[in-house]
């Protein structure tokens, strides 16, 4: 957490008031509460009427799948369909499958190229009059690769179809601007910025009215209930404020820094393969297969050396599970288990760098004799 | 350089306390839960089990609370391979395998050891009621708890590789030990069925995978005296469960004498028919030199079963036991593990045996 969002949070957790409350107390938190949202607001190049706090990524994602689908189906029987891009995060995902399973939704899943890109081709055939939501991240979580959403907002927009996009990855290091890409719902998290963890917003477009998922006070416009945070939102609006300030200058560090890794891994390893798209992607993600391996045995050889990298998701019992997102890239599952994420944030450092650059090859030396014993 | 040990955890509180202890003796310690089902949820339920969610959450806390890395590790397929279908096939044929003692030897010790060595590992440590020190396998001091019987089936080279921290202390004391070093699986009870039938039913887990097979039920005279709905349901010496239309002659129990999966019959008779004077068992695995000729030990045929005297007699892959006195409900597919005193000194497969009354 960066210490200015630490400080303002702190700030906040010593003062009373519920910023819903009409007296001064009250009052205080509100005002709190509405410079906070201006500060997001101005940073996403939204309004801040268009700033929905909610405890988090997986809420928003949540409020926006669900409540944008079942308002339009509320306006429209006839609308249904979902389309949502095959590589999307678990919180949308798991959101669009339950729409399936539950509320009758037909769900298409976006195929995307090698990249794990969706082309705007891809979108623009699926869509018809029978289509509800389009919901497509702006950038990977796992392979950094990040979707042409000004192009995708613009197709589902002329079929008069809300389009949601999950940013919580690609808020902290591109420029990222709501009104200017066309989204009807953008996703934001506060801890991925450098804010607390537990909190995160919607920006959800003038007009665009999901279907509550909390009922309650009617707060947040009337779409999420539940009293603000507001120590939360404080030190989330301070983290939004730091991070708009730097990401220019981190991003352009990050992905000198990020290249140098590449190019290491490669040297160490020859066949290792980068996944997702060499140029358009998250300047802090790199992205490998590395073929015979177990990315288990990777992460746990790795850890030993103090280097923290990951996997992917695992079942809840903990067993990794092949990545949803390199399979539909192309993958086979072999590839998809033997792959691992490192990711490069304001903490890293040229020794960091160095320091796997050294460990990579001996690493993944050691885990293919594992992987074939 | 320091030693790296791999501390299996299974989510109770003993492989807990020996990945602490493990640690606590300046070892370099990562836990590892083995996962062994591919659908978690369809295993046990129940207090306690190798494969449940609750079983890794538990070993992770373990961990945490030790402050050691932790993984899971996915043996599913290899499991349910060597233990689960190596288990209903033996039960088909009409022997009693010991599914605890084939996990030892083919997943504990053989592919997590492999894996573990691979990744650069020295040693596996698990929560073993037994002592191994200098090449020598010995009992638990709790005798109660003693765990040597399954892990007489490793081989010399497999043990090299073993950590067993739990050997020198009672389970009562590694109860209170969990709650000293605050790990809260400390109240957690101990496992005592098969982690792999959720309820318990072994009968009902070999029909859903066999199918029903009915067949008769005879007494020594080839009268038939009752029907079963798979011979695969029997053990030897077993006497509930027979469901006989008639009582014997003589108004005694009965017990489960033979099973013959050939003729999918099931021969019951007097508990006195059961006695077994010698045993031949095969494929012997030995923790010291082989022995040549015959010699006078102490052998345990089941776990946690009785202790009897007896002559050994080893013949390549062959082993013969002559009982002091007679022992009952001796089941081929179970391990007889001979021991001198506490000391292992091998095991070897029950494959046939010679009965008192014959």
Not at chain 1, 126 to 147: S, Y
Not at chain 2, 9 to 31: H, I, K, L, N, P
Not at chain 2, 313 to 332: I, P, Q, T
Request: net charge negative; aromatic share 4%.
């Amino acid at each position: 957490m960066l210490p200015e969002a630490i400080a303002a949070m702190t700030a906040e957790l010593a003062e009373l008031g519920n910023p819903s409350s009409l007296h001064a107390v009250g009052r205080r938190a509100r005002r709190v509460v509405e410079e906070s949202r201006e500060v997001i607001a101005e940073a996403f190049g939204a309004r801040p009427s268009e700033v929905i706090f909610t405890s988090g990524g997986t809420e928003a994602d949540n409020l926006a799948v669900k409540g944008l689908y079942w308002a339009a189906r509320a306006a429209d029987p006839a609308r249904v369909r979902v389309l949502a891009s095959a590589v999307e995060h678990h919180a949308v995902l798991d959101a669009v499958q339950w729409l399936a399973d539950h509320e009758g939704a037909a769900v298409e899943w976006l195929p995307v190229d090698g990249s794990g890109r969706v082309r705007p081709e891809t979108l623009r055939a699926a869509m018809g009059p029978d289509v509800a939501l389009v919901t497509v991240m702006w950038a990977n979580n796992e392979v950094g690769t990040v979707q042409p959403v000004a192009e995708l907002a613009a197709i589902a927009r002329e079929h008069g179809v809300p389009f949601h996009t999950d940013a919580v990855q690609a808020a902290a290091a591109l420029p990222v601007g709501f009104t200017a890409s066309g989204a009807h719902a953008l996703t934001l998290s506060g801890h991925k910025l450098g804010g607390p963890l537990g909190v995160g917003a919607l920006l959800l477009a003038k007009g665009t009215d999901p279907v509550p998922v909390l009922h309650g006070g009617g707060q947040e416009r009337d779409v999420r209930s539940g009293t603000l945070d507001t120590p939360a939102i404080a030190g989330f609006a301070a983290a939004v404020r730091v991070s708009a300030e730097r990401r220019a200058d981190e991003a352009a560090r990050l992905a000198a820094l990020r290249d140098e890794l590449i190019a290491a891994v490669r040297a160490a390893v020859p066949d290792a393969i980068l996944n997702g798209d060499p140029a358009g992607r998250l300047p802090g993600n790199a992205h490998f297969s590395f073929p015979g391996c177990e990315g288990d045995a990777l992460l746990m050889l790795l850890d030993a050396r103090g280097i923290a990298c990951s996997t992917g998701s695992a079942c809840s019992a903990g067993v990794s599970q092949p990545s949803h997102v390199l399979l539909a890239m192309g993958a086979d599952p072999a590839r998809a288990r033997g792959s691992l994420r490192f990711t490069l944030g304001h903490t890293s450092t040229e020794a960091d760098v160095a320091e796997l650059a050294q460990a990579i090859g001996p690493v993944v030396e050691r885990a293919r004799r594992a992987g074939l014993s | 350089m320091t030693l790296r040990v791999l501390a299996a955890m299974s989510g109770g509180v003993d492989s807990a306390v020996a990945a602490a202890r493990a640690a606590e003796a300046g070892y370099d310690v990562t836990g590892v839960h083995m996962a062994l089902s591919s659908n978690p949820q369809s295993y046990r339920t129940g207090a306690r089990g190798c494969c449940t969610l609750e079983d890794s959450r538990d070993a992770r806390r373990a961990a945490d609370v030790i402050g050691i890395p932790f993984y899971v590790w996915d043996l599913a397929e290899r499991f349910h391979q060597d233990v689960v279908e190596d288990f209903v096939s033996e039960y088909a044929a009409g022997r009693t395998p010991n599914p605890c003692l084939r996990c030892n030897e083919k997943i504990k010790f053989a592919a997590l050891l492999d894996r573990a060595v691979a990744l650069g590992f020295d040693a596996v440590c698990t929560g073993h009621y037994a002592r191994w020190e200098g090449g020598v396998l010995r009992r638990a001091v709790d005798e109660a708890k003693d765990q040597s019987y399954v892990l007489a089936v490793c081989t010399p080279e497999q043990l090299a590789r073993a950590l067993f921290p739990l050997g020198d202390t009672t389970k009562a004391g590694i109860r209170a030990e969990a709650e000293r070093r605050g790990l809260t699986v400390a109240d957690k009870p101990d496992s005592h069925d098969i982690c792999f039938i959720a309820d318990g039913d072994t009968r009902a887990f070999l029909a859903e995978r066999l199918g029903a097979a009915p067949g008769p039920i005879v007494d020594a005279d080839g009268t038939t005296v009752g029907e079963h709905e798979g011979a695969y349901g029997f053990t030897i010496g077993q006497r509930k469960g027979l469901k006989l239309g008639r009582p014997a002659a003589d108004g005694k129990a009965r017990y489960v004498l033979d099973i013959s999966p050939v003729t999918n019959t099931v021969t019951v008779g007097p508990r006195e028919a059961l006695d077994v004077v010698e045993i031949s068992a095969e494929r012997p695995v030995w923790l010291g030199e082989v022995p040549a000729g015959a010699f006078g030990c102490q052998v345990q045929l089941r776990a946690h079963g009785e202790v009897y005297d007896c002559t050994a007699e080893v013949d390549g892959d062959r082993v013969r036991l002559r009982l002091a006195e007679a022992a009952r409900g001796v089941a081929a597919g179970q391990a007889a593990v001979l021991y001198a005193g506490d000391r292992v000194l091998g095991s070897a497969t029950i494959d046939g045996t010679v009965r008192a009354s014959a």
